[in-house]
């Protein structure tokens, strides 16, 4: 039998009159990967702070190999052997490799930094061993996402770190830099060390997970074996209580009526003569790994980028320049990041709303408040954004319910079309179905919707036809149906035939 | 976290927001301002004395309520001194090459307004940043001003009229009436139109307020010919109430301005802040240089005063930002 390596026993905390963690127990065990699931808010991350000396908890207690764990600092848990490698990787991009990797470990004398440093080889020593492409004297700024990870995970194991924590670690990475993630995360389980696995995605967890903890308000709901789990409805229904409906339904699709007819796109950011059309009550999806082209075809349609090609809108070439133009031709677009592109997150949901349309809540160029505030009120009433108030600022909203504001904002265009960029990209699994539903609301209303997105599940759960993309061409158009053959896909989107 | 907080009753800094609070604080603190000045100098509660301080923060306030809506852009307008001192002295210029004193007023005020233009076109339409760009222009306009007044005044062959419009004897000084009309002109644009929402998203994120459709553009550009405008009528004003075009005047003052706005809880990153602060910024500003005057205090010592003052009111407005925007 295994020893524990962390036990939590009766660990909570409170903010402030709120119980983010109410009373959670559960062991994890020494050099495996324990996955942590539940929507946002369950509790994960406040767990994590604990874990790393971020916060300090209210009550209960923790045992590390066997000793009381009461970490002062995240700086104090690292040195006890506990590493963490967050969503956003703390890097400094203009810097070297090495440099990055001694920030902080600087070995001084007289504050002067000396050049022969122990612990510097020691780290280098050990990123050769997990990925020896990475020169150490290249700038972080001209590597991938992947490999800055994988110089995160060597900081922590140069540390010799017991428990390496990562956090949605694969949500920026393509298929083939997960499957390098995954051999990392089997070779740090052979040195010894555990993992503690945050993910959304459900079929991660089953590939990589041997126990799987979920978390659902706070509370602990269960921790089990990941043998011990059958399907993913089984998971799906651990982390929501409820049964999903998963399966494909099809949209009412006017196949007579051509919303959007795409002809022979083409640019220097990747696009290769890209046709296709889009059909009126049509959930179109794009399906490919990151740098496929997806965000590059919505950004041509929408008039971000410039392209060779003819875009036709209800059967009238458009020539659309910028997204203002666009939104006149009907198009609404939800960006692909949300934070930086989506919404202005120091302003609050009734700030946001109107954004794209202020003629609903103004005339003749003034504003009314009321109307503004009702408006925000209305949205946030239907589509169900958790907030304290429409006057509360998105900055302090769940990624879910700032998506869902993105929405709002979308949808208060009226738009006869909406495209919809990773719609669901770190959302919880609620929210992801409440956002899917108004998806589908948006077909049977006659819009006509395209989906790009790299999760295959979401793909397929709602989209009437697929394109398959790979390296800037669309490769193939697949009917959705019983029938769909996701070998073949992947197949296709990797590159294949 | 999960459930919907719906009904629960809000405290009265969430029914204000944080810019109500910053506002509601500012303005409790002039008056509290007020009332130690008065304690310390009872001659400060005089209708003269009043009308000497606003009457100098005319100025502050007027250029102040444009640089703010610069603000709230996400930029800065550093030529507004110099732009002002170049409308003052192509006043000067016109008006005593002949030109009909009112003509000559609209004209240099119209060409503080193609310099906004020329800010607003070099930041939108380049994305140079504002920093350089209106130091450049500054420059530009500060060059204007020394050559159009040969590097000191023009006070001759002015006609009777040239200091018509800065009358400040009478009942109400005339650049108080102005200072209350542009100040309620941007009060009202500010609160109540949507260019004005517009440039809050700008400030707050340009690429979201892209992607939404907003005109960035057009809307940087408007706002900077407001500033651009009201610069060169601040300096028109100066002018007359010296009745003298000197091309050295508002020297430095787009610091001020800008200072004048961060005590109002105007932020420098763009998106955040209000019309109303200005006037809280300028006066208190004004009240406590008027304070400082009552009880003799030096420059060098009244220039500490200010620095340690807008600090406080930086940490203040951070502190009243942080516990209210959640």
Redesign the interface.
Known sequence: MQENVLEIKNVSKHFAG?K?LDDVSFNIKKGSCHCLVG?N??GKSTLIKIITGAHKRTAGTILYNGKEYNPSSTKDAMKTGIGCLFQELNVVEQLRVEENICLGLEETKYGIIQNNNESLKKVLDVLATLDASINPKSYVEELSVAKRQVIEIAKALALDSDIIIMDEPTAALSEEEVRRLFQVVADLKARGVTIIYISHRLDEIFEIGDYITCLR??RHIETKPRADIHTRQELIQMMIGKVLVEDYIPNKVDYNVKAIEAIGLTNDKKLKNVSFDLHKGEILGFYGLIGAGKTEIANVL?G?DEYEGTVKINGATANIK???Q???KGLA?V?EERR????????SIC?NTP????KTV?SG???NAKKMKDLADMYVKKVVV????S???I??LSGGNQQKVVLS?CLN?NPDIILLDEPTRGVDVGAKQEIYALIRELSEQGRSVIVFSSELPEILNICDRVGLLYDGSLQEIIQNGDDVDSQHIMNIVTGGV | MAELELGKKKTLGQKLGSDGVQNTTMFAILILLCIITTIIEPSFLSVSNFKNILVQVSSTVIIGSAVTMVLISGNLDLSVGAVGAMAGVMYGVFARGGIETTIAIILAVLIGGIMGAINGSFVALLRLPSFIVTIATMYVARGIAYIGAGGAVINTDLPGDFGALGKSTGVIPLPIVYTIIVFAIFMIYQNKTVIAKEVYAIGANIKAAELSGIRVNRNLIITYIMCGLASAFAGVIITARFAQADCKILTGFEFDAVIAAVLGGTELTGGKGTVFGILMGALILGVLSNLMNMLGFANYYQNLVKGIVLVLAIVLNRYIRSQLDR
């Not at chain 1, 930086?340 to 302003?347: D, F, R």
């Not at chain 1, 958790?386 to 108030?389: F, K, S």
């Open positions: 709120v983010a929507e808010g369950a308000d706070g929408y971000v910028n997204p203002t666009a939104i006149a677009l960006p930086t592109e989506g919404l202005c997150t120091m302003l700030d954004m794209m349309n202020y103004s160029g003034i504003l958790a907030c304290r108030d006057a509360q600022v900055a302090f904002k265009s």
